[in-house]
């Protein structure tokens, strides 16, 4: 048996800010335990690779929810990472912290110290943005952020020139005064390389003493005495291992294996734990509760014009675009694939904007629901444009299957559930369509492949996102930070209610789904969770 001042459990966006900054002052010792192995392979390293890693399970849970009863009965695949740096390692890198009054809203939801001033310095503070820093941005931080405009596919200028017709501005940095506009995303990569956590935060602590860190660790269950967490159980080589912790147990597992871990400690819903054999200790009912994930819907075009299709589908393109990467890291291989996009009110009257928008400079009609073969596309220029309703108001649940730590489970997204959410999604899919006759996109057009133009009322447009819209990979709140006495999780300092020694810092905290992708804001929850760590252990 090893004793740590702090265990962290999960090496991902969160978990590896934590074991950086908790070991930084040599004063603690800290014990990271992860799941997954290295993060040292090319298709992680390489920005397009999460093509790759998207299905391969040495670095990916592999993820399949329930069926969705709005989404035809349609099951969803939902990647996670399993390898240092988590879901990090093998986003699509888009860097978006979401809109500031997203974090009002969870100071407005009983949490002191989450409004956008409360957020706005710890996101300065693990930025290094390649645009330089101001009073929205940071320029010295671990993480290093890059700006694509440079590097972007010639028709996502076509997209932004839509944007301007349409009375969308120009927006040249979703993450500084205003979020609102279009234009290009920013992403997490630098030199050409993926910028995850592990990179970013991990790697230049690794040689620490007061840092140990294990792969291949599973955490099995968190070790109780009486209201006390003192340490966690882990599974490594076929060998059962045990930790202590001298100060506190930190969850960051993520929205699915957080609340996993709890409720296999004894911790969640008494009748759900009773059902499976688990002693309760602590009868949590908001444990794995109020789900919540985006859900996007794509517009496949075919193009009058060559695409990103034209330089990855044939072998001497890959072949060049190969080369063009190694020799100078630059090129289509350095990016994503949502080069462009933005954040619209889709009607008048919104205080904020409603849709987030990808733009994709390539199109794959024959991909398997959920993937996207990045270089196989389509053998004719294509490309994508697809909306996201950024403040779903559906909420899910997910629920351990058994006692076994290795068992997955149930995941029950629980999409288009309310009316709000069919309407929004219907929005999305006819704000598709004003940007597609555009006169800067519909010169670009050749024909709509999908839905495909005998779509047209509101009820054949609901029909086709039943059929066809899929997730963008963005659970959150399964452990949801608030008042206890509103069903949540964890207080506005990420303490267990009810229990002590346990906090949770990652995406299962948030009180609601921000606007845009996810990564930035888990990162952030990392360094303030942190910060409030230190604090309350200062002396």
């Given at each position: 048996?090893?004793?740590?001042?702090?265990?962290?459990?999960?090496?991902?966006?969160?978990?590896?800010?934590?074991?950086?900054?908790?070991?930084?002052?040599?004063?603690?010792?800290?014990?990271?335990?992860?799941?997954?192995?290295?993060?040292?392979?090319p298709?992680?390293?390489?920005?397009?690779?999460?093509?790759k890693?998207?299905?391969?399970?040495?670095?990916?849970?592999?993820?399949?929810?329930?069926?969705?009863?709005?989404l035809?009965?349609?099951?969803?695949?939902?990647?996670?990472?399993?390898?240092?740096?988590?879901?990090?390692?093998?986003?699509?890198?888009?860097?978006?912290?979401?809109?500031?009054?997203?974090?009002?809203?969870?100071?407005?939801?009983?949490?002191?110290?989450?409004?956008?001033?409360?957020?706005?310095?710890?996101?300065?503070?693990?930025e290094?943005?390649?645009?330089?820093?101001?009073?929205?941005?940071?320029?010295?931080?671990?993480?290093?952020?890059t700006t694509?405009?440079?590097?972007?596919?010639?028709?996502?200028?076509?997209?932004?020139?839509?944007?301007?017709?349409?009375?969308?501005?120009?927006?040249?940095?979703?993450?500084?005064?205003?979020?609102?506009?279009?234009?290009?995303?920013?992403?997490?990569?630098?030199?050409?390389?993926?910028?995850?956590?592990?990179?970013?935060?991990?790697?230049?602590?690794?040689?620490?003493?007061?840092?140990?860190?294990?792969?291949?660790?599973?955490?099995?269950?968190?070790?109780?005495?009486?209201?006390?967490?003192?340490?966690?159980?882990?599974?490594?080589?076929?060998?059962?291992?045990?930790?202590?912790?001298?100060?506190?147990?930190?969850?960051?597992?993520?929205?699915?294996?957080?609340?996993?871990?709890l409720?296999?400690?004894?911790?969640?819903?008494?009748?759900?734990?009773?059902c499976?054999?688990?002693?309760?200790?602590?009868?949590?009912?908001?444990?794995?509760?109020?789900l919540?994930?985006?859900?996007?819907?794509?517009?496949?075009y075919?193009?009058?014009r060559?695409?990103?299709?034209?330089?990855?589908?044939?072998?001497?393109?890959?072949l060049?675009?190969?080369?063009?990467?190694?020799?100078?890291?630059?090129?289509?291989?350095a990016?994503?694939?949502?080069?462009?996009?933005?954040?619209?009110?889709?009607?008048?009257?919104?205080?904020?904007p409603?849709?987030?928008?990808?733009?994709?400079?390539?199109?794959?009609?024959?991909?398997?629901?959920?993937?996207?073969?990045?270089m196989?596309?389509?053998?004719?220029?294509?490309?994508?444009?697809?909306?996201?309703?950024?403040?779903?108001?559906?909420?899910?649940?997910?629920?351990?299957?058994?006692?076994?730590?290795?068992?997955?489970?149930?995941i029950?997204?629980?999409?288009?559930?309310?009316?709000?959410?069919?309407?929004?999604?219907?929005?999305?899919?006819?704000?598709?369509?004003?940007?597609?006759?555009?006169?800067?996109?519909?010169?670009?057009?050749?024909?709509?492949?999908?839905?495909?133009?005998?779509?047209?009322?509101?009820?054949e447009?609901?029909?086709?996102?039943?059929?066809?819209?899929?997730?963008?990979?963005?659970?959150?709140?399964?452990?949801?930070?608030g008042?206890?006495?509103?069903?949540?999780?964890?207080?506005?300092?990420?303490?267990?209610?009810?229990?002590?020694?346990?906090?949770?810092?990652?995406?299962?905290?948030?009180?609601t789904?921000?606007?845009?992708n996810?990564?930035?804001?888990?990162?952030?929850?990392?360094?303030?969770?942190?910060?409030?760590?230190?604090?309350?252990?200062?002396?």
């Open positions: 048996m090893s004793e740590h001042d702090f265990i962290v459990v999960g090496a991902g966006s969160a978990g590896c800010v934590l074991a950086n900054r908790l070991s930084e002052n040599g004063r603690y010792s800290v014990l990271l335990l992860e799941a997954g192995g290295s993060d040292l392979h298709w992680i390293w390489m920005p397009i690779g999460y093509g890693t998207f299905y391969r399970a040495s670095v990916n849970w592999m993820y399949m929810t329930e069926p969705s009863p709005e035809e009965g349609r099951p969803s695949y939902w990647p996670r990472g399993k390898v240092m740096g988590g879901s990090s390692a093998i986003n699509a890198m888009v860097y978006v912290r979401g809109h500031a009054q997203d974090f009002e809203d969870w100071k407005d939801a009983g949490n002191p110290g989450w409004g956008w001033d409360g957020v706005l310095p710890h996101f300065r503070a693990m290094a943005n390649d645009a330089g820093g101001d009073a929205w941005r940071g320029d010295s931080g671990p993480l290093r952020v694509t405009a440079r590097d972007l596919h010639p028709i996502c200028e076509d997209f932004i020139a839509a944007g301007a017709e349409l009375q969308y501005p120009r927006n040249a940095d979703f993450n500084g005064a205003d979020q609102t506009g279009v234009g290009a995303y920013q992403i997490t990569a630098a030199d050409g390389f993926r910028m995850s956590t592990a990179r970013a935060y991990l790697r230049p602590a690794r040689k620490r003493p007061n840092l140990r860190v294990e792969s291949h660790a599973l955490a099995a269950r968190l070790i109780c005495e009486g209201r006390r967490v003192t340490g966690v159980t882990y599974r490594q080589k076929g060998m059962e291992k045990t930790a202590k912790a001298r100060r506190e147990v930190i969850l960051s597992a993520g929205a699915i294996n957080s609340p996993q871990l409720q296999l400690s004894g911790i969640g819903p008494g009748a759900l734990l009773r499976h054999g688990i002693e309760v200790r602590h009868d949590l009912p908001g444990v794995g509760q109020n919540q994930d985006h859900l996007c819907i794509d517009h496949l075919r193009a009058t060559p695409t990103l299709n034209d330089q990855l589908r044939p072998w001497y393109g890959k060049w675009q190969g080369l063009r990467y190694v020799l100078t890291r630059r090129g289509p291989l990016l994503g694939v949502n080069q462009a996009g933005g954040f619209v009110a889709s009607r008048p009257g919104l205080a904020r409603n849709m987030q928008l990808f733009f994709s400079p390539l199109s794959y009609t024959k991909a398997p629901p959920g993937k996207r073969p990045l196989n596309p389509d053998p004719f220029p294509g490309f994508l444009l697809s909306a996201q309703p950024t403040r779903p108001s559906s909420r899910g649940h997910l629920a351990i299957r058994s006692a076994d730590p290795g068992a997955p489970p149930e029950h997204p629980n999409y288009l559930a309310t009316e709000h959410d069919r309407q929004e999604i219907v929005e999305g899919a006819r704000l598709l369509r004003r940007f597609a006759a555009t006169p800067a996109l519909s010169r670009l057009i050749e024909a709509e492949i999908a839905p495909g133009p005998s779509t047209r009322t509101d009820d447009m609901l029909a086709d996102c039943r059929a066809r819209a899929g997730t963008v990979f963005h659970p959150v709140s399964t452990c949801r930070m008042p206890l006495d509103q069903g949540n999780v964890v207080d506005a300092r990420l303490r267990l209610h009810g229990m002590e020694g346990l906090r949770i810092a990652d995406a299962s905290i948030f009180p789904l921000t606007s845009g996810t990564n930035a804001p888990v990162i952030m929850v990392g360094e303030k969770a942190a910060s409030l760590i230190l604090e309350d252990h200062a002396g």
